[in-house]
């Protein structure tokens, strides 16, 4: 069973992911601020591979990016980072990014090298469906990661059930469909999050983007596994001059 399977065996309510971004707010503090995590409580790390064109993500998370890149991030870099990660954290840790610079890395490389580095799985919004079935999830199975996909209030029920068979570790639930950092109240959702349930989906249900505090995380949770936060921590470390003491006043306001 993998980490991330494990954890779910362990605790199915209240899971509590955190996006960071890689290299973040400095160049060197991409292990700090994991240690910082684990140790303030979160269940899950979910790793941000900064790129200049994301998808998915909105102003925050955006500029978090660029300031990691300015500072000298690539995905060699990472993995130089994580090289010994496994010796300070022991919580699931998944990568997210975007195919783009992946696919000039290397797709197999890529992959071996998460794998070695021991990272869970994988977030990767802009890999559609076909390709995954068709070309890169043998790759990602044959390296032993897990994979997530995402889905929105607009996702039918077969596309839900679809991508619910295809996914190992969770399943992504966006709550509205926007980029991250909204505002937009999570009891808003409520009918989404209950139907989402009601399915009884293979995987276990995590939600996103929009989560920011002990309220939003809690309404996330009512009817789902657990919730991720990013925008928000991102804004807490950015000026941070002890990243583990404001880690652990940000998550001790959220759970």
Do not use: W
């Not at 494990?6 to 992911?17: I, N, T």
């Not at 996006?19 to 700090?32: I, M």
């Not at 989404?192 to 309404?219: I, Q, T």
């Amino acid at each position: 069973m993998s980490r991330i399977g494990e954890l779910f065996r362990r605790k199915d309510q209240r899971v509590l992911s955190v996006y960071c971004t890689a290299g973040f707010p400095r160049l060197d503090s991409t292990l700090e601020v994991m240690r910082a995590l684990e140790s303030a409580g979160a269940d899950l790390i979910e790793l941000g591979m900064p790129y200049s064109d994301p998808l998915a993500d909105g102003p925050v998370i955006q500029a978090s990016s660029t300031r990691a890149l300015e500072n000298g991030m690539s995905i060699a870099r990472l993995f130089d980072q994580l090289k010994d990660m496994r010796r300070d954290v022991t919580v699931p840790v998944l990568l997210m990014g975007y195919m783009n610079p992946i696919l000039q890395y290397g797709f197999g490389r890529f992959c071996s090298a998460a794998s070695a580095a021991g990272v869970d799985g994988l977030i990767l919004p802009d890999l559609p469906i076909f390709e995954f079935e068709t070309e890169y999830g043998r790759v990602i199975r044959q390296h032993g990661l897990d994979f997530v996909f995402l889905v929105t209030p607009e996702t039918s029920d077969p596309r839900i059930r679809k991508v619910d068979a295809l996914s190992t570790g969770f399943l992504y639930a966006v709550s509205s469909s926007s980029t991250t950092g909204g505002n937009k109240d999570m009891g808003d959702q409520e009918a989404y999050f209950r139907r989402l349930s009601e399915m009884k989906l293979r995987n276990p249900v995590l939600v996103g983007f929009g989560v920011r505090d002990r309220s939003s995380f809690g309404a996330a949770c009512r009817h789902t596994q657990g919730a991720i936060i990013g925008t928000a921590y991102i804004r807490a470390i950015e000026s941070a001059t002890d990243i583990g003491k404001t880690t652990k006043e940000f998550l001790g306001s959220v759970l």
